[in-house]
């Protein structure tokens, strides 16, 4: 992933109702999750567990801490209000914002960070579910890709990867 080209220029309203561009994190480490808030399982365990390796992260360098972001990034429009999704990061991380588009916007954050969203039955109105790509991304202050975080193997592994990178 470093080195490559992920992220990139955009501008989404943020959980609270304002706009927020990519480049409003200028000079933040930003850990970024693209999920929905009605994903049965792997979005809310993967972004408590992000939550929990920067909590852990806190406790033992909690100047460090403060230069990171924690992000998360609504690949469902049509259900993901900002209510939605406000509700939804108030069950994690207090820092965590939380970023929604309409179809088009959503569609180009979906590219710019080479991921995948699908519907696997538009028709099924309110009942639906996406796949999509799960992982946790890593920026730097400039916002420039570092890793993935590993939120598979839990917290701890998340907080020792911050310790890696963040400076």
């Known amino acids: 992933m470093r080195g490559s080209s992920l992220g990139g220029a955009f501008t989404l309203t943020s959980n609270k109702g304002q706009p927020v561009s990519w480049s409003d994190f200028d000079g933040q480490y930003r850990m970024v999750y693209l999920g929905f808030t009605y ?9 408590q567990r992000m939550s929990a390796g920067l909590e852990l992260f806190e406790k033992e360098n909690p ?17 993901d ?4 999704i406000d509700e939804f990061v108030g069950n994690f991380h207090p820092r965590l914002i939380g970023l929604r588009g309409n ?17 696997d039955d538009p028709d099924a109105a309110e009942g639906y579910n996406i796949t999509h790509t799960t992982l946790t ?31």
Do not use: H, M, N
Not at 71 to 77: A, L
Not at 137 to 166: H, I, Q, R
């Open 39 to 47: 994903c049965p399982s792997i979005c809310p365990t993967d972004v």
């Open 63 to 79: 100047a460090l801490a403060r230069k990171v972001q924690p992000i998360f990034i609504s690949v469902d429009p049509d259900r």
């Open 81 to 84: 209000s900002v209510a939605a």
């Open 103 to 119: 179809q088009e916007e959503t569609d180009k954050v979906v590219r710019i960070f080479s991921a995948s969203a699908q519907k």
């Open 137 to 167: 991304y890593l920026f730097g202050p400039e916002g420039e890709p570092l890793g993935l975080l590993p939120t598979d193997k839990g917290p701890e592994a998340v907080a020792s990867e911050l310790e890696g990178w963040v400076r």
